[in-house]
Structures are given as structure tokens and as C-alpha cells.
């Protein structure tokens, strides 16, 4: 009979890349934590980790097990919603989980109505950034998320999380008012390559949209000031400092003299709902959905 706790530590060490970071993301010390490994190796009659330069890396067998694992563990979330098939009402925690925008703009009223339509159910918010949310999402500490799809998310195809399309945020060139595009309707984004501009920070999951749409485009932008927040970047716009990328989804402080100006070839970042496999069917994940997905397509992108 397998333990369950030591497969988990197994699902651990391939999701986070290393015994230590496991050990650490489960609360225990990296000698419990492969000690667990090497009992469920001993239980099972087969080596699942092996020496690999300063670290370790999983054998072929620990990868076939890890299948059968993810799909355990989605066989139990869906055994969880069998056992509450006569409760289907949407009650009891939700956690769920994004990065600013999409708790600003998504999430937030989302939390609002389910409150309002569902008061059975406790809604708990929690800001987070895509890997985070993965980890979150891996933890069993959220039950849905609100990503980007970034080249760094784990594989569509990858059966421990269930990614879905959301919605397309364009993103829209910002300009002073004063800035002879801002009486455009639209433009094409070459118009801007000799512009000075300011991008996200180099490790911000959106600042390879902002490279891409530029050399879509037929240029690489001359990046002057690095923001973090959107509305960083508002401002140093407003100050004509350069213009900026900025999803439409984002909220920019109303006072500032700014211009949104849309771009042909409709560059956009794509946002995604994820829950853990198995378990986008529990109620109130399907009642948060639903409502995601209402305000989504109500919004004005």
C-alpha cells in the first residue's frame, strides 16, 4: 500500500525542483523529506531520485508514478464532489487567488457578488502572482486562480492544474494628452519605435508582450524607465517621460492627462482561470466561474 503523505513529498520535490525547496513549501526539514522518499522507495521496490550534480533529479519511474499521483489526486477531488452531491449549493471557503489587476478588476467583484448570491459562502481573496498561484494551487491553500498565460506557467496539458481561457486583455498605447498620437483612434505601433518608453521590469511576466507587440511591430523599444505597477508607469507617462504598453484591464489614476490610443494587430495578454485537475466542478468553484466569466465579458476590453 502506498502512503499517501510520502507520494505527496515526491509531487513536492518535481513541482518546486529540488528536495530542499520541497521540504521547505511542506514545513519539514529536507532530511525528513527524503527520508520519506527513500521509505516510499524502499515500499515500492524501485529508485525514484538519483544523484545529479549538487542536487538530485527523478527517474523514470518516479515520473510514471507522478502520473498516476496527479491523477489520484484528481480522482479525490472529484470522489469529494461525489460525496457532497446531495449538497450542491455553493457554501463553505472559497479561496481564491491573482495578481493585481485581475483581484482589482475580477476578482474583487466577484468576491462582492458571490457574497450577495451565496451567503453560505466564506470568499477569502488572496493577491498573488502567477507562480505563486501555482504553488498556491499545488498547496490545496487556494481553490482558484486567476493568471496570465505566460511562457513560465505550467503546460496546458499538465493534468494537476486545469487551465481555461478567461478573457483577451488588449493592450492600448499610453501617451501624454499633449502627444500628437493622442488624437488617434488608433495606430499602428511602428508609429511609436522612435518614442523613448517605459516598459514593466525585466522579470514582470508582462513585459514579454510588450516586446513581442514591438517587434511584431518591426522594432525593439528604446526602454528608458522600468515600473513595476501600471499606474508607476501612468505616471511617467503623464510626466512625459515615455509612452507604455498598458493592458486595458488596468485601472489608471482618472486625474492624470493620459491618453489610451488602440493598436493594430490587437496585441493582448490572454487570462486564465485555474483550478487544481478535478476540481473545477466543486460548486462553489463552478458559482466563482461563472461569475468570472460574467464580468469578463462584461468588461470594456
Not at 18 to 33: D, I, Q, Y
Not at 43 to 50: A, F, H, K, P, S
Not at 161 to 173: A, E, N, R, T
Not at 183 to 206: H, K, N, T
Amino acid at each position: 500500500m502506498i502512503d499517501l503523505r510520502r507520494l505527496h513529498v515526491l509531487r513536492a520535490v518535481d513541482h518546486y525542483g529540488t528536495v530542499t525547496a520541497a521540504a521547505r513549501a511542506l514545513h519539514v526539514t529536507p532530511s525528513a523529506a527524503s527520508q520519506q522518499i527513500r521509505q516510499l522507495a524502499r515500499d515500492l521496490g524501485v529508485e525514484l531520485l538519483r544523484p545529479h550534480g549538487r542536487g538530485v533529479r527523478l527517474t523514470p519511474s518516479a515520473h510514471r508514478l507522478l502520473a498516476h499521483a496527479d491523477a489520484i489526486r484528481a480522482r479525490w477531488e472529484r470522489a469529494e464532489l461525489d460525496l457532497r452531491a446531495d449538497h450542491d449549493e455553493a457554501a463553505g471557503p472559497l479561496r481564491v487567488s491573482g495578481f493585481p489587476v485581475a483581484v482589482a478588476t475580477l476578482l474583487a467583484p466577484a468576491a462582492a457578488r458571490l457574497r450577495e448570491r451565496h451567503p453560505r459562502l466564506r470568499i477569502g481573496v488572496r493577491e498573488a502572482a502567477a507562480p505563486e498561484s501555482f504553488d498556491l494551487l499545488f498547496e490545496g491553500e487556494v481553490d482558484l486562480a486567476v493568471v496570465e498565460s505566460t511562457p513560465y506557467n505550467p503546460p496546458r496539458g499538465d493534468t494537476r492544474f486545469d487551465q481555461q481561457p478567461l478573457v483577451d486583455d488588449p493592450f492600448d498605447l499610453v501617451v501624454p494628452d499633449t502627444h500628437p498620437l493622442a488624437g488617434r483612434r488608433d495606430i499602428d505601433l511602428a508609429e511609436a519605435a522612435r518614442e523613448d518608453w517605459i516598459a514593466p521590469v525585466p522579470d514582470s511576466p508582462c513585459r514579454p508582450h510588450v516586446l513581442s507587440a514591438c517587434g511584431a511591430a518591426g522594432f525593439t523599444p528604446d526602454i528608458v524607465h522600468h515600473a513595476l505597477d501600471w499606474n508607476v508607469a501612468a505616471h511617467l507617462v503623464a510626466h512625459g517621460l515615455g509612452v507604455a504598453l498598458i493592458p486595458r484591464l488596468a485601472h489608471l489614476a482618472p486625474q492624470l492627462p493620459l491618453t489610451r490610443v488602440s493598436c493594430t494587430g490587437d496585441p493582448h495578454r490572454k487570462l486564465l482561470t485555474c483550478t487544481r485537475g478535478g476540481g473545477r466542478e466543486r460548486p462553489a468553484v463552478a458559482a466563482a466561474l461563472r461569475t468570472l466569466h460574467d464580468i469578463a465579458a462584461a468588461a470594456e476590453v
